[in-house]
C-alpha cells in the first residue's frame, strides 16, 4: 500500500470538489480545475475530505494510488493557493519583457524570441530580470518555465542564460595559459 495515498486530502472552505465517473472536477477561489483519473483507484469524495483507496494490491495499481492522491492534492492546492516558479536570468544584454499574455526575450540571438503563454498562465517581469510564472495547475506552471528556461540554458562557464531561482549551476574553469 502506498503511504501517500492512504492520507485522506482535506477540502478547506470555499473549495468545491465535484466527481463525475472518472472525471474530477475542483471548483475555489483561484479558479476551476478538471483531470481526468484512472479507474483502477476508487476515489470518494466526502463532506470535508477526498479519499483515495486502492481495491487491490497490484505493483502497478500501487503506483497509481500515490499519484492520483498527490495530483487531487495538487489541484486542490492550485484552486486556493495557486503556484509560482521563479526564472533568473544572466548575461549582458539578456532581458525580458511581459506585454499581456506574451513574454518578449532578448537572448543574444539575431532576433527577440516572443513566446505566447498558455491559457491560465501569467508572467510578470522585474527589473528585465525576473520573471515571475503563476497559475493554478502546477504541471502547467512547471511546463510554462521549462519550456522558457530552454531558450537558453546556463551554460557552466559564465553562468549566462536562463535559470530556475532556487537552481545552482556547477561552474567549470576555463582553459589554462600554455604549457
Do not use: W
Amino acid at each position: 500500500m502506498s503511504r501517500i495515498g492512504k492520507k485522506p486530502i482535506a477540502i478547506p472552505a470555499g473549495v468545491k470538489v465535484v466527481q463525475n465517473g472518472t472525471t474530477l472536477t475542483v471548483e475555489g477561489p483561484k479558479g476551476k480545475l478538471t483531470r481526468e483519473l484512472t479507474s483502477r483507484v476508487d476515489v470518494a469524495v466526502e463532506a470535508d475530505q477526498v479519499v483515495v483507496s486502492c481495491p487491490d494490491n497490484a505493483e502497478k495499481t500501487d503506483h497509481l494510488h500515490g499519484l492520483t492522491r498527490t495530483l487531487i492534492a495538487n489541484m486542490v492546492d492550485g484552486v486556493t493557493k495557486g503556484y509560482e516558479r521563479i526564472l533568473e536570468i544572466n548575461g549582458v544584454g539578456y532581458r525580458a519583457e511581459a506585454k499581456g499574455s506574451v513574454i518578449n526575450l532578448s537572448l543574444g540571438y539575431s532576433h527577440p524570441i516572443e513566446y505566447p503563454l498558455p491559457a491560465g498562465i501569467t508572467a510578470e517581469v522585474e527589473k528585465q530580470t525576473k520573471i515571475f510564472v503563476r497559475g493554478i495547475d502546477k504541471e502547467l506552471v512547471g511546463a510554462t518555465a521549462a519550456k522558457i528556461r530552454s531558450f537558453r540554458e546556463p551554460e557552466p562557464y559564465k553562468g549566462k542564460g536562463i535559470k530556475y531561482a532556487e537552481e545552482r549551476i556547477l561552474r567549470k574553469a576555463g582553459k589554462t595559459g600554455k604549457k
